[in-house]
């Protein structure tokens, strides 16, 4: 569920992007509602530094009013993010660190996770990109040598659907992904074709204010018309 919502959350400038100011020194609630029956499995609260990029995010996973987990954010000087941090029971002690690497022109080219946070990578993912700056390829890779490369995802862009990654799994399926922007560059739809047979298996939408801040994310999970999965963004700004 935690990738899932981390997908919705706004970044800043680490991720390419220009900064997002409508969320300097923000607060950001989202509540998620699984089922669309009204009643909240989950509360996400995420704080926002001047930049409008996330520094902290709590979550009351059981709604109760009670945060049991926290994600810690890290910036170099030059406003990367470089590490974030997860502590999975709130009991103050990291479980997980993700660390960011980039190259000279501030693209991000590797993404490394130390399950344990003992100093040694269990999974990373690595990014190339195109002369003229477009991501290319995305490769997943696993293992404590980091040798096995477990699936690799390849990056196209066209005008009908900006943008589309497909997803190769040795020996098992391939899946397309492909993402709809709005006239501002925002991701509005995106839809998921797991076997390239024509047949969307799930979709999701995504709603924004006019300050591009998200206001609601509906998952289709089996791509029915239907949603299933509703998460919906509240903010506190100065």
């Known amino acids: 569920m935690l990738l899932l919502l981390a997908c919705a959350i706004p970044v800043g400038p680490s991720d390419g992007g220009a900064p997002l100011l409508p969320l300097a020194n923000c607060t950001g609630i989202m509540q998620f509602d699984a089922g669309l029956d009204g009643i909240l499995e989950g509360q996400w609260t995420f704080f926002y530094n001047r930049f ?15 945060d049991d987990s926290q ?33 000279e022109s501030d693209r991000l080219v590797e993404l490394r996770e130390d399950m344990q946070d003992d100093g040694h990578d269990d999974r990373r993912r690595t990014y190339t990109y195109g002369e003229t700056g477009p991501l290319l390829h995305e490769y997943a890779w696993s ?46 739809h995106e839809e998921t074709d797991k076997n390239l047979d024509g047949v969307l298996d799930q979709a999701e939408d995504t ?32």
Request: net charge negative; hydrophobic share 25%.
């Open 207 to 238: 709603l924004w204010d006019d300050e591009r801040r998200i206001l609601q994310v509906d998952k289709d999970a089996d791509a029915n018309g239907s949603a299933d999965y509703r998460s919906t963004w509240h903010y506190d700004c100065p």
């Open 52 to 66: 409008g990029e996330p520094e902290t995010a709590t979550y009351d996973t059981q709604a109760d009013g009670k």
């Open 71 to 103: 994600m810690r954010y890290l910036y170099d000087d030059r406003d990367r993010l470089v590490a974030r941090t997860w502590d999975g029971n709130g009991d103050g002690v990291m479980e997980t660190r993700y660390t960011y690497h980039y190259d």
């Open 143 to 188: 293992g404590e040598t980091l040798s096995t490369m477990t699936y690799e995802g390849s990056y196209s862009y066209a005008q009908d659907f900006n943008s589309a990654i497909v997803w190769h799994t040795p020996g098992a399926t391939t899946t397309r992904v492909s993402r709809f922007q709005d006239e501002r560059g925002l991701l509005i």
